[in-house]
């Protein structure tokens, strides 16, 4: 009996530390495949689409009246979309997307639940315990730009990290003299 509530523990115990991520995450690819069936037999209202346009910025590229299709998927603003069809316009990238509302909601449960499981609340306060982490003499700085690649406008996040201490001073001084 001991060893069947260990092992029924040590199997809880990993369905928490990894199970939730994978169940989410496969119910995230279903539902993106779910939206490309739908997309591919053309299940969907015009009124559905979301636009998304975006300059570009190529120096040569060829103009398309109609839309053709597109794949992929987009996060704007928390909300996940997937492309339906693309269309290059003067100097706009046009994209017609379809709302991903499942994919959304789970990335929500998906933080939520990493916020339960960390348990960052307020309200336990230790008074008189010295915390120290590293990430607080981390300094970091982000930087967004967009790069236009097989017409597809992809941003690009690069973070430069540095060490730095709060007495730190970024004046140039003169190097000390030798003795």
């Known amino acids: 009996m001991k060893r069947f509530a260990a092992i029924l523990f040590l199997l809880i115990l990993v369905f928490n530390l990894y199970g939730y991520r994978l169940m989410i995450a496969y119910m995230s690819k279903a539902s993106t495949a779910r939206i490309e069936q739908k997309v591919d037999a053309a299940q969907y209202g015009d009124d559905e689409l979301v636009s998304v346009k975006t300059k570009l910025n190529l120096p ?5 009246n109609k839309f053709e299709r597109a794949y992929g998927s987009i996060n704007i603003d928390g909300k996940d979309y997937e492309y ?5 316009h003067n100097d706009t990238l046009e994209l017609l997307c379809l709302p991903n509302k499942t994919k959304t909601g789970l990335k929500s449960i998906s933080n939520d639940f990493a916020k339960a499981s960390t348990d960052q609340s307020q309200e336990k306060k230790n008074s008189g315990v010295l915390k120290i982490s590293l990430p607080d ?10 790069v236009s690649s097989s017409l597809l406008a992809t941003t690009i996040r690069v973070t430069n990290t540095s060490f ?11 190097p000390p003299q030798a003795i």
């Open 137 to 146: 003499f981390f300094c970091e700085e982000q930087t967004n730009f967009s």
């Open 164 to 174: 730095s201490f709060a007495n730190y001073s970024l004046q140039q001084e003169r």
């Open 84 to 88: 339906v069809k693309r269309r290059v």
């Open 60 to 64: 040569y590229y060829t103009n398309f």
